[in-house]
């Protein structure tokens, strides 16, 4: 998830048990699109400024983030972790100052793609295209497969049931899949509800703590950036910090579908980044307030450092709102595994729009708006990875969720940093009368800053994964070999088309 970067679950276990394959789902009846192309465009005007918000922080998973990630942050980067927030939000404000400027004049529900080929050239475009799919297509399923990992010990903990992961992972997969059908407007309120949920369930636990540590909670050391520099898992907790962001650049993939792009997708996107970096950083200063700085650094490092939080709600407010926190986290699962199947869809329409994979992916529905053989695609391949692992007893968190999460969040950083370049090379020769710092300036910082922290995270690769070695390895090769798959692509194209190679990313595209 964010996030779906590095959650480390619950000690409880769910039992397995050998599953079956469920059936597929079909294809809604819609009318069969013109041979050779799309059936029409993504319903317009369908999405508002917090609409938007929804899709992106619910794709962030901030209880996950606070609950799972967070404390393996705070063991990393010790006191200065609520800091590594804040910088990494403020990294990620100057990447959007760019980001925003170009959503003005290239609208696609490519996004990454169709930035990078119209600011560094259609070829590398291409390449990003392939890899942008591969990497929201794995996110999805990983984290459907941590929504069953987290319903399973959830309904063991609180019943006494034994539910195989596997059957919930499922019906997670399908839900998203009838959801992302539908009008994206339901997905909207369906995020909206668990966002907020999410959000009132960690503000009544921060209330616990102040109305019980009062001011001593609040340890001013953990802003110093002395502190944070000092840290020895610098380089490790930003790794895991800067995941906790990720999906917030999903705002542009909506930009077809959103009323008044021009205002909305940089007011979600700004809105979005802020609150998450204000949200995060706060959350984790006042848990590690809680039971005093030092201690719960000491308390993060120990064999019990995943319950931190759990900890935390228990003693400061109540069992009941520790319980709470261990269903919202199934709900929050199911709200990332929704915004990640949304953006996953929408890349394979983009793509089977241009023809960079099967053209049947531009189909959109008539009566929904919505890119639904693309949806159904994305669907079925949840289901072929979340039975697939139950099939060969895969652990549904520290292996499927993690390791398909791990590539994932990987290849987005990896996209972020190319578009901030993209950015810089779009508005080389004209401005469009916006200033040097944002379209210049900012994103060159954010394109460095973002380099680095993805060479750190191929470096702190085990970090992400859990594991070393041949495994890490494994999970790292799809990246370049899509990489070089869509260079040869584009480079068959050009040869072939040099008129289609011409028309990539077209669609939809505003200029002044």
């Not at 910088?87 to 925003?100: H, I």
């Not at 102040?210 to 898992?233: C, E, H, K, Q, Y």
């Not at 949304?342 to 531009?362: C, F, H, K, M, V």
């Amino acid at each position: 998830m964010t996030h779906p970067s590095t959650a480390v679950p619950p000690p409880a276990s769910p039992a397995a048990s050998a599953p079956s394959a469920p059936s597929a789902p079909s294809a809604p009846a819609d009318p069969a699109p013109p041979s050779g192309g799309p059936s029409g465009s993504l319903a317009k005007g369908q999405i508002g400024t917090f609409d938007l918000v929804f899709f992106v922080v619910a794709a962030a998973a901030p209880l996950t983030v606070l609950a799972g990630v967070a404390p393996f942050a705070i063991g990393i980067g010790g006191p200065g972790t609520p800091l590594g927030y804040l910088v990494s939000g403020a990294l990620l404000v100057l990447f959007a100052a760019g980001f925003t400027a170009m959503s003005r004049y290239v609208r696609n529900a490519g996004a990454f793609y169709a930035y990078v080929a119209r600011g560094l050239g259609r070829t590398l475009g291409v390449a990003t295209a392939y890899l942008a799919t591969l990497s929201y297509n794995l996110i999805a399923p990983g984290v459907a497969a941590g929504f069953g990992y987290f319903a399973s010990t959830t309904l063991s903990d609180l019943t006494g049931a034994q539910l195989p992961w596997w059957p919930l992972s499922t019906l997670c997969v399908l839900g998203t899949g009838v959801l992302g059908w539908l009008r994206v407007t339901l997905s909207a309120k369906v995020l909206g509800v668990a966002l907020v949920l999410e959000v009132l369930v960690l503000l009544v636990m921060d209330v616990g703590v102040l109305a019980d540590r009062g001011t001593a909670a609040l340890d001013i050391t953990s802003f110093d950036p002395s502190v944070l520099s000092s840290s020895g898992g610098m380089a490790g907790m930003f790794v895991l910090v800067i995941g906790a962001f990720t999906g917030f650049e999903a705002t542009a993939i909506y930009a077809e579908e959103a009323r008044d792009p021009e205002r909305t997708v940089p007011r979600a996107t700004f809105i979005a980044i802020g609150f998450l970096a204000l949200f995060y950083a706060a959350g984790v200063w006042i848990l590690m307030g809680g039971f005093g700085t030092d201690r719960s650094v000491s308390m993060a490092r120990s064999s019990d450092g995943p319950q931190l939080t759990f900890h935390a709600a228990e003693r400061f407010v109540g069992p009941w709102l520790a319980d709470s926190m261990h269903v919202l986290i199934v709900v929050s699962a199911f709200a990332a595994t929704l915004a990640f199947h949304n953006a996953a869809a929408r890349y394979l329409y983009a793509l089977g729009r241009e023809g960079l994979l099967p053209r049947r992916l531009g189909r959109v529905s008539a009566r929904q708006g919505s890119p639904v053989t693309a949806v159904v695609a994305q669907t079925v391949f949840g289901l072929v990875i979340v039975v697939g692992g139950a099939l060969i007893d895969a652990d549904p968190y520290a292996e499927i969720f993690l390791w398909t999460n791990s590539t994932g969040v990987l290849g987005i950083m990896i996209m972020q940093a190319l578009a901030a370049l993209a950015v810089c090379f779009f508005f080389r020769r004209d401005r469009r009368g916006m200033s040097v710092w944002r379209v210049a300036v900012a994103p060159l910082i954010a394109f460095v800053g973002l380099a680095l922290l993805s060479v750190l995270a191929t470096l702190h690769f085990d970090l992400l994964t859990g594991r070393t070695g041949a495994v890490n390895a494994a999970l790292l090769v799809p990246l370049p070999v899509v990489l070089v798959a869509g260079f040869v692509v584009a480079l068959r194209i050009r040869r072939a088309d040099p008129g289609r190679y011409a028309r990539l990313t077209e669609v939809d595209v505003e200029r002044d």
